[in-house]
């Protein structure tokens, strides 16, 4: 594996501001956030899709959002990529309050983001696909030797060598077609890369593959939201850690306040304990009690926090 | 028929580390059109062996005519299909453009360019409409186009009628204009004693034309990436709609290239003209090696699809087989062709 | 790229506008039509004071054949005489044509006009409507059963008698390899005339057939030229519709074939054509006069209970069109009545 820092990055189509290594190293949280949400929610008229969520990612930082299917997940991804604009909160980029149309403007500002789908044609060869939408020009011509090379060289400064950057990118692996999408991003100056599920459709080799890329990045400098449901992911490379369920926030941790096995009850017992107390207090009756008895024991075992409306603030200063 | 793109044929299968074995051949083999060649190949053998009219120069320029009639439209309508979307409407289109030039030409006494570019015109109009429709409402274009088709129809039996009391245009021949258009859409020259049409010749620049956007382009870049998987195309900012509108657009433009070619041929036009030709423009693409999924496909292969409908049509005539089997001859034919151009297919990807 | 193109479109515009303005042509057009029409168009037979009728007319014409224009303009121009509102549709699907059939029966129409060419297929419909109590006149297709059908009368031609006579005429100009063009495949009518031509010629020639996409100009074309290619014996080339007998008048000069032209059916621009000498003649049904006989005995049936032979058919061709009488017939021919 090279050092990210033997090649410089290469992006000459979006000016990168200079992503490099000159960002803070881990969540010690000095220096302005790249990206933050402050007491963001989304509705999509009555539902209510996501509430009250406080985040941020540094350069150089790993933030993971956690959770189950349903949880928000992908309503946070759609609004820090542009896709949405918060209904609620504040998104802040750089320090800097920011409202975006569209996800060109997200990434005009440095956020790029790997959808599951990585935003790659299947059928497309590597170097098509990798140069999609930024094509190097000459004249009316596309410039294809350049770009051939260029795209294996970048792949290979992100350690992915590839016999053939001709071939259709489909029929690359999960796991490789997961880190050309991110070389992609990072080659088009992205400061900020948000993951969605990496791993999610990876055996535990390729995932493996996709979490050193994931680190890869970070010690690139770039900021890097890491969407995940697997704990056992997301540890060993997260400096911060964002949990979410059924669109609030139960949780956030920079590294040094909790441990995998925290992290790991949190999600596998907290979440479902929850909504299951949720539940049985709607049922109302007997049911209710013991709802209410189970959610006190789980906020006893200090495994979940009740989405009290005065909760997260106060977590989120906790993590600055 | 976009979403779906990831699914259908499944890439080929991998073998890792094993780079050496790509020889060029191979790699010729991979290219969309390479089972469409092999099928042109055999079916010129074929008809060259029992047909002996099929030898001479002269008929193979006749073969090569009427592939252009077909070609021409084949080529804009295989960008559209690699590019993810279907036109129904194409083969009748080319009868509304020439239809609206020469009415228009004819009713207003007009010199004969006039009407050409009112057609223009109103053929970029209707490949715009289509492409604006399915972008807009995101109804399959499948259903859209056969929509316009049926409208196209009545529109060109109805507007002829009304206008000329008539379901045939009038001859044109005598307006001024008329020769100069006719030399530049549908003149003719001859090489060595045998006569060719223009046709086979632009039908030829275009489909070079088509493939070097394809391929050397970055709007190439982004017909295949609408077609293959939209989603992807937009995420990395290619103007999805845009580009599909204008891929419409152009099989708009060369209807009305068919359509002047048709008229000033045959100086008038019957309203009810070109119906079932668009399918005709499908299988040649598919034929060619376009996916009828998008994302997929080359404007040679589809000129060479061309190619061979042309081949089985002229041939079956040349070899004088009885006419009642016609239909069957050609049918029959054309799924020899794609059976062979799915087997060497198949054959080049395993070998990848 | 979409700005260029909407400024080529602009520059188009403009072009189209400026050419308008300034650049009409001083050749041919409407204009010149105008000019040698001088007002013998349309044709008009003054107007009943007989009670209103509704009749409908459904033929088995595809859309947009030219043949069935002067069909209809025949039709229109007895209903315009007979005050009668005349329901002209049409469908070459037996099916569809059926139900045109049943619909214009389910409407209590006072009078139906149709075509068989598919008696399997539509007798059943056809005898419906005499049961209840709508007259029926045939015409043009359906010749063998039109008197099983239903059908009070038939005007038309025998298209076997047609194709006979066709046959017998090219025997005695001495054709001795006959090319009959049928622009679509399995229409008993298009079928009969081949079989026509073939018992005319007798011993004396042979026929061959060919089929063509009658709805694509550039493949009718590139057929004929390839079968005047391979079979040069080729010396007598018979459409089965006008225009594609203009289209075989470039297949035949394309191959430098010595072969003849013939057809059947008329249309303005072929007799234009007899009178230039390119068509030696056309086969002619004056279709003209079976839209019009149609209508108008029905109307006679309705006013005062007449109807016309007698129980037989009543032929309305073949007759000729040649260079001895195309002066004559070209004049209709002009208003789209020929």
């Given at each position: 594996?090279?050092t990210?820092?033997?090649?410089?990055?290469?992006?000459?189509?979006?000016?990168?501001?200079?992503?490099?290594?000159?960002?803070?190293?881990?969540?010690?949280?000095?220096?302005?956030?790249?990206?933050?949400?402050?007491?963001?929610?989304?509705?999509?008229?009555?539902?209510?899709?996501?509430?009250?969520?406080?985040?941020?990612?540094?350069?150089?930082?790993?933030?993971?959002?956690?959770?189950?299917?349903?949880?928000?997940?992908?309503?946070?991804?759609?609004?820090i990529?542009g896709?949405?604009?918060?209904?609620?909160?504040?998104?802040?980029?750089?320090?800097?309050?920011?409202?975006?149309?569209s996800?060109?403007e997200a990434?005009?500002?440095?956020?790029?983001?790997?959808y599951?789908?990585?935003?790659?044609?299947?059928?497309?060869?590597?170097?098509?696909?990798?140069f999609?939408?930024?094509?190097?020009?000459?004249?009316?011509?596309?410039?294809?030797?350049?770009?051939?090379?260029?795209?294996?060289?970048?792949?290979?400064?992100?350690?992915?060598?590839?016999?053939?950057?001709?071939?259709?990118?489909?029929?690359?692996?999960g796991?490789?077609?997961?880190?050309?999408?991110?070389?992609?991003?990072?080659?088009f100056?992205?400061k900020?890369?948000?993951?969605?599920?990496?791993?999610?459709?990876?055996?535990?080799k390729?995932?493996?593959?996709?979490?050193?890329?994931i680190i890869?990045?970070?010690e690139?400098?770039?900021?890097?939201?890491?969407?995940?449901?697997n704990?056992?992911?997301?540890?060993?490379?997260?400096?911060?850690?964002?949990?979410?369920?059924?669109?609030?926030?139960?949780?956030?941790?920079?590294?040094?306040?909790?441990?995998?096995?925290?992290?790991?009850?949190?999600?596998?017992?907290?979440?479902?304990?929850?909504q299951?107390?949720?539940?049985?207090?709607?049922?109302?009756?007997?049911?209710?009690?013991?709802?209410?008895?189970?959610?006190?024991?789980?906020?006893?075992?200090?495994?979940?926090?009740?989405?009290?409306?005065?909760?997260?603030?106060?977590?989120?200063s906790?993590?600055? | 028929?976009?979403?779906?793109?990831?699914?259908?044929v499944?890439?080929?299968?991998?073998?890792?580390e094993?780079?050496?074995?790509?020889?060029?051949?191979?790699?010729?083999?991979?290219?969309?059109?390479?089972?469409?060649?092999?099928?042109?190949?055999?079916?010129?053998?074929?008809?060259?062996?029992i047909?002996?009219?099929?030898?001479?120069?002269?008929?193979?320029?006749?073969?090569?005519?009427?592939?252009?009639?077909y070609?021409?439209?084949?080529?804009?309508?295989?960008?559209?299909?690699?590019?993810?979307?279907?036109?129904?409407?194409?083969?009748?289109?080319?009868?509304?453009?020439?239809?609206?030039?020469?009415?228009?030409?004819?009713?207003?006494?007009?010199?004969?360019w006039?009407?050409?570019?009112v057609?223009l015109?109103?053929?970029?109009?209707?490949?715009?409409?289509?492409?604006?429709?399915?972008?807009?409402?995101?109804?399959?274009?499948?259903?859209?186009?056969?929509g316009?088709?049926?409208?196209?129809?009545?529109?060109?039996?109805?507007?002829?009628?009304t206008?000329?009391?008539?379901?045939?245009s009038?001859?044109?021949?005598?307006?001024?204009?008329?020769?100069?258009?006719?030399?530049?859409?549908?003149?003719?020259?001859?090489?060595?004693?045998?006569?060719?049409?223009?046709?086979?010749?632009?039908?030829?620049?275009?489909?070079i034309?088509?493939?070097?956007?394809?391929?050397?382009?970055?709007?190439?870049?982004?017909?295949?990436?609408?077609?293959?998987?939209?989603?992807?195309?937009?995420?990395?900012?290619?103007?999805?709609?845009?580009?599909?509108?204008?891929?419409f657009?152009?099989?708009?433009?060369?209807?009305?290239?068919?359509?002047?070619?048709?008229?000033?041929?045959?100086?008038t036009?019957?309203?009810?003209?070109?119906?079932?030709?668009?399918?005709v423009?499908?299988?040649?693409a598919?034929?060619?090696?376009?996916?009828?999924?998008?994302?997929?496909?080359?404007?040679?292969?589809?000129?060479?699809?061309?190619?061979?409908?042309?081949?089985?049509?002229?041939?079956?005539?040349y070899?004088g087989?009885?006419p009642?089997?016609?239909?069957?001859?050609?049918g029959l034919?054309?799924?020899?062709?794609?059976?062979?151009?799915?087997?060497?297919?198949?054959?080049?990807?395993?070998?990848? | 790229?979409?700005?260029?193109?909407?400024?080529?479109?602009?520059?188009a515009?403009?072009?189209?506008?400026?050419?308008?303005?300034?650049?009409?042509?001083?050749?041919?057009?409407?204009?010149?039509?105008?000019?040698?029409?001088?007002?013998?168009?349309?044709?008009?037979?003054?107007?009943?004071?007989?009670?209103?009728?509704?009749?409908?007319?459904?033929?088995?014409?595809?859309?947009?054949?030219?043949?069935?224009?002067?069909?209809r303009?025949?039709?229109?121009?007895?209903?315009?005489k007979?005050?009668?509102?005349?329901?002209?549709?049409?469908s070459?699907?037996?099916t569809?044509?059926?139900?045109?059939?049943?619909?214009?029966?389910?409407?209590?129409?006072?009078?139906?006009?149709?075509?068989?060419?598919?008696?399997?297929?539509?007798?059943?419909?056809?005898?419906?409507?005499?049961?209840?109590?709508?007259?029926?006149?045939?015409?043009?297709?359906?010749?063998?059963?039109?008197?099983?059908?239903?059908?009070?009368?038939?005007?038309?031609?025998?298209?076997?008698?047609?194709?006979?006579?066709?046959?017998?005429?090219?025997?005695?100009a001495?054709?001795?390899?006959?090319?009959?063009?049928?622009?679509?495949?399995?229409?008993?009518?298009?079928?009969?005339?081949?079989?026509?031509?073939?018992?005319?010629l007798?011993?004396?020639?042979?026929?061959?057939?060919?089929?063509?996409?009658?709805?694509?100009?550039?493949?009718?074309l590139?057929?004929?030229?390839?079968?005047l290619?391979?079979a040069?014996?080729?010396?007598?080339?018979?459409?089965?519709?006008?225009?594609?007998?203009?289209?075989?008048?470039?297949?035949?000069?394309?191959?430098?074939?010595?072969?003849?032209?013939?057809t059947?059916?008329?249309?303005a621009?072929?007799?234009?054509?007899?009178?230039s000498?390119?068509?030696?003649?056309?086969?002619?049904?004056?279709?003209?006069?079976?839209?019009?006989?149609?209508?108008?005995?029905?109307?006679?049936?309705?006013?005062?209970?007449?109807?016309?032979?007698?129980?037989?058919t009543?032929?309305?061709?073949?007759?000729?069109?040649?260079?001895?009488?195309?002066?004559?017939?070209?004049?209709?021919?002009?208003?789209?009545?020929?």
């Amino acid at each position: 594996m090279s050092t990210p820092q033997d090649t410089p990055p290469m992006g000459r189509h979006h000016a990168p501001e200079s992503p490099t290594a000159a960002g803070p190293r881990a969540g010690n949280g000095t220096g302005t956030a790249l990206v933050r949400l402050i007491n963001a929610g989304k509705r999509y008229g009555a539902v209510i899709a996501l509430q009250d969520i406080t985040m941020e990612v540094s350069a150089g930082e790993v933030t993971c959002v956690l959770g189950d299917n349903g949880a928000g997940k992908s309503t946070l991804i759609k609004i820090i990529a542009g896709l949405h604009q918060p209904s609620s909160g504040v998104y802040e980029v750089d320090g800097e309050p920011v409202s975006f149309n569209s996800p060109r403007e997200a990434l005009d500002h440095g956020i790029a983001t790997v959808y599951q789908d990585l935003a790659v044609v299947p059928l497309m060869p590597v170097w098509r696909n990798f140069f999609l939408g930024n094509e190097i020009k000459k004249g009316p011509r596309i410039d294809i030797p350049a770009m051939k090379t260029m795209c294996k060289d970048e792949l290979l400064a992100m350690g992915i060598d590839l016999r053939d950057v001709d071939q259709p990118i489909g029929t690359l692996s999960g796991g490789e077609r997961q880190c050309v999408a991110i070389s992609r991003a990072v080659h088009f100056g992205a400061k900020v890369l948000i993951l969605d599920e990496p791993t999610a459709a990876l055996g535990v080799k390729q995932s493996g593959v996709v979490l050193k890329y994931i680190i890869q990045a970070r010690e690139r400098g770039l900021g890097v939201v890491f969407i995940t449901h697997n704990p056992h992911h997301a540890y060993p490379v997260g400096d911060r850690f964002l949990l979410l369920n059924r669109g609030t926030s139960i949780g956030y941790f920079e590294k040094s306040q909790i441990t995998r096995d925290e992290l790991t009850g949190l999600m596998a017992g907290g979440a479902e304990l929850e909504q299951l107390s949720h539940e049985l207090e709607g049922a109302g009756g007997a049911a209710a009690e013991i709802g209410a008895v189970l959610g006190e024991e789980v906020a006893e075992l200090g495994i979940a926090d009740r989405p009290a409306p005065a909760a997260a603030p106060a977590t989120e200063s906790d993590a600055r | 028929m976009a979403q779906t793109a990831q699914a259908p044929v499944a890439p080929p299968p991998r073998a890792d580390e094993r780079l050496g074995r790509k020889s060029p051949v191979a790699r010729m083999l991979a290219r969309p059109e390479a089972g469409a060649i092999a099928g042109a190949i055999v079916i010129y053998i074929f008809f060259f062996i029992i047909a002996p009219p099929f030898r001479n120069a002269s008929s193979f320029s006749s073969v090569l005519y009427v592939t252009s009639t077909y070609g021409l439209m084949a080529t804009p309508v295989a960008l559209l299909m690699i590019g993810g979307e279907f036109d129904l409407s194409a083969g009748v289109a080319v009868t509304s453009s020439a239809l609206t030039a020469s009415l228009f030409m004819y009713e207003f006494t007009t010199v004969a360019w006039v009407g050409v570019l009112v057609a223009l015109a109103v053929s970029l109009f209707i490949g715009f409409l289509n492409g604006w429709i399915v972008i807009k409402t995101g109804i399959p274009s499948f259903l859209v186009t056969l929509g316009t088709f049926f409208m196209l129809q009545g529109l060109n039996i109805a507007l002829t009628q009304t206008i000329t009391n008539q379901v045939s245009s009038p001859d044109i021949s005598t307006l001024q204009g008329f020769s100069s258009s006719r030399v530049v859409f549908s003149g003719s020259f001859t090489v060595g004693g045998v006569n060719i049409r223009t046709s086979v010749l632009y039908w030829i620049v275009f489909v070079i034309i088509a493939t070097w956007i394809l391929l050397r382009t970055h709007i190439g870049n982004w017909i295949f990436a609408v077609g293959g998987h939209a989603p992807s195309a937009r995420a990395v900012g290619v103007p999805v709609g845009r580009m599909k509108i204008g891929l419409f657009m152009a099989v708009g433009f060369m209807a009305w290239f068919t359509g002047m070619h048709t008229l000033f041929l045959f100086n008038t036009i019957q309203a009810g003209q070109g119906i079932g030709n668009e399918f005709v423009y499908i299988i040649a693409a598919v034929v060619g090696g376009c996916l009828l999924t998008g994302g997929y496909g080359s404007a040679v292969g589809a000129g060479i699809g061309a190619l061979i409908f042309g081949m089985v049509n002229q041939g079956i005539v040349y070899a004088g087989w009885n006419p009642d089997w016609f239909q069957f001859f050609v049918g029959l034919l054309l799924l020899g062709a794609i059976l062979l151009n799915t087997y060497i297919r198949r054959r080049a990807e395993a070998a990848i | 790229m979409r700005r260029s193109r909407s400024r080529a479109i602009g520059i188009a515009l403009f072009m189209i506008i400026s050419l308008v303005l300034a650049a009409c042509s001083a050749t041919g057009g409407k204009r010149a039509a105008d000019a040698a029409a001088n007002g013998g168009g349309g044709v008009v037979a003054g107007h009943a004071n007989t009670k209103h009728f509704t009749v409908a007319m459904i033929t088995h014409a595809a859309a947009g054949d030219t043949f069935w224009d002067i069909i209809r303009h025949g039709a229109i121009a007895a209903a315009a005489k007979d005050n009668i509102t005349l329901k002209y549709s049409s469908s070459d699907d037996p099916t569809k044509q059926a139900q045109l059939i049943t619909d214009a029966i389910n409407s209590h129409v006072d009078g139906l006009a149709v075509t068989d060419p598919n008696p399997g297929a539509l007798c059943p419909t056809i005898q419906k409507a005499k049961q209840a109590g709508i007259p029926v006149v045939m015409f043009n297709a359906g010749y063998t059963n039109w008197q099983t059908c239903g059908g009070m009368e038939y005007f038309g031609q025998d298209e076997m008698i047609a194709g006979v006579a066709a046959g017998k005429r090219l025997a005695a100009a001495g054709k001795k390899n006959v090319l009959c063009v049928l622009q679509a495949q399995g229409q008993a009518q298009l079928e009969a005339r081949c079989a026509g031509v073939k018992q005319g010629l007798g011993s004396e020639g042979t026929m061959s057939k060919l089929y063509v996409n009658g709805t694509d100009s550039s493949a009718v074309l590139s057929s004929m030229t390839a079968d005047l290619t391979r079979a040069k014996s080729t010396d007598a080339v018979i459409t089965l519709g006008a225009q594609f007998a203009l289209i075989a008048i470039q297949a035949i000069s394309q191959t430098h074939s010595t072969a003849k032209l013939y057809t059947f059916d008329t249309s303005a621009a072929e007799i234009a054509k007899i009178k230039s000498g390119a068509v030696q003649w056309a086969v002619d049904q004056q279709p003209y006069l079976q839209g019009y006989l149609s209508v108008d005995s029905l109307w006679l049936y309705l006013v005062n209970g007449d109807t016309i032979g007698g129980g037989q058919t009543v032929l309305t061709g073949p007759s000729f069109v040649d260079s001895t009488n195309v002066a004559q017939v070209g004049k209709f021919a002009a208003a789209g009545n020929r």
